[in-house]
Structure formats: C-alpha cells, structure tokens
C-alpha cells in the first residue's frame, strides 16, 4: 500500500475519532474489578486502659496499610468504661461505649467487652484474631452490596464539614453516619493495665455523627474535633440500618 494511501486512512481514522491527525492516540486499558464487588467496614472497640487492646490496635495497623487500594473503611471506637481503672484514655467517649451496647442488642450477646470487631453491622468477634478478620473482610468484598454511597462536595467551614451524599439501592430504612477519622497517634500511657507503653492507634474516631436518609441525595454535616489538621484526616461515611445494625454501603474521601 502506497504511502498516499495509509496518510488518507490515518486521516479518516482520526476524523472519525474526533482528534487531530497530527496528535497521537493513546489506548487506556481500564482493570475491571471483578474481585472485590463488595466492600467492608470494620469496627474495633478498643481502650488505652485494656491490657489485651494492643495486639488488636497492631492487627488493625497492619490491615490498614495492606487495604489502601481497596474498600476496606476502618474505624476505631475508644469505648469509655475503661478509664474508671486509673487511666483515661483521651480518644474515648461515652457515645462510642453506647455504640458498642447498641452492637450488643443488634447481634444479641450478653456483654460487652474488647477489644472487639464488628465487620459490615452483622459479624463480631475478638479484635485481635487476625485470622478471622482478614476471612470475614475478604467474604464481604465478594459480596454485592445492597446500596452505594457516593459523597461530594465537601467543605470545611467555621468548625464543621459538611457533605452532599447521594444513594443508589433500598435505603429507606437507613441513617447516614459520618466519622472524622484521624489516621495516626501515640500515647504515652501512664496509669492502668498499659502504664508504661507508649500505645500506636491508627483510624481513631474524633467526631460521629447520624443522619437520617430521606432521599436518594441529601446534606450532612459534623462538628470538626480539637486538634484538626486536614492532612491528617479522613471522612469515613456508611448507611446503616438502626433496626438490626445492617451496613448497606460505605464510602470516603479526604479533606
């Protein structure tokens, strides 16, 4: 075929992909996740005054690093009924300790206790039982979800986030609860079971907040915590049913 020729297909080749001839044409391969269909929210109640909460803060550590590409949203609860023993631990709150009872009922068990996960609102167990953690996360990925959440348009302004959501699914049961997550810290622990340790926690919940769902899109805002700093952030959203404790779909995104 002459030069001539294959000048005259490029050039219909390029018109009728609507670029210049004179520019070259890029072919993007797009990976097709067919594997984690699904998603996972872990939940770890946790305490700086439980001698057994470490190892499960470590498991949780090490989680985090490997699921950085995948939905995997974790969250570390510091429960409140810890600090009577000597130390309070200052990332606690009596609000995530109702959490953790609201669990309790949902799941039907008889007590509290921790370190404690709770995976997607229906499957817990000891918080540092890696193994389990890692098989019951990978079960839900594989799982198609029963609702998508989409978040955008997020400002930061006097104090507050807020954020537009948007849904896809039956969702008319659900609330929409919002997390500030700060990614890292350590603390020196002084008094109690740990006195002595410095203690590294990833995921700890600074602010949680609840919506109610009463459309496909609609607004939410939470209360920044203390101490924010946007680099060290995240904001971790998730549609649950408050009947029975069911997560249907997750997101989440950075300030």
């Known amino acids: 075929m002459s ?53 499960a803060d470590a498991v949780i550590a090490k989680i985090e690093k490997e699921s950085t590409d995948k939905p995997v949203y974790i969250l570390a609860f510091h429960v409140d009924y810890w600090n009577r023993l000597g130390w309070k631990d200052v990332f606690s709150s009596a609000d995530y300790s109702h959490r953790q009872n609201q669990y309790a009922n949902w799941l039907h068990l008889q007590s509290v206790y921790t370190p404690q996960v709770v995976v997607n609102g229906h499957t817990e167990f000891v918080g540092s039982e890696e193994g389990t953690l890692r098989n019951t996360i990978k079960t839900n990925l594989e799982k198609t979800p029963a609702a998508n959440l989409m978040l ?12 537009q959501y948007h849904t896809q699914g039956n969702t008319s049961n659900d609330v929409l609860l919002l997390a500030v997550i700060e990614k890292h810290a350590q603390s020196n622990v002084q008094r109690g079971e740990n006195s002595g340790r410095t203690l590294s926690h990833v995921q700890i919940v600074r602010a949680f907040t609840s919506t109610p769902v009463k459309s496909d899109n609609g607004d939410a805002s939470i209360t920044l915590p203390k101490g924010f700093d946007a680099k060290g952030f995240e904001l971790i959203a998730f549609l649950q049913n408050p009947a029975n404790g069911e997560i249907s779909g997750a997101a989440k995104a950075e300030f």
Request: glycine content about 8%.
């Open 3 to 55: 030069s001539v020729k294959i000048m005259a297909m490029m050039w219909l080749v390029a018109a009728a992909l609507g670029v210049s001839a004179s520019k070259s044409i890029t072919h993007i391969k797009t990976k097709t996740n067919t594997e984690n269909k699904g998603f996972a929210v872990v939940e770890l109640f946790t305490s700086e005054g439980c001698s057994s909460c470490p190892p």
């Open 152 to 163: 955008s348009d997020i400002k930061t302004d006097g104090g507050k986030v807020s954020v």
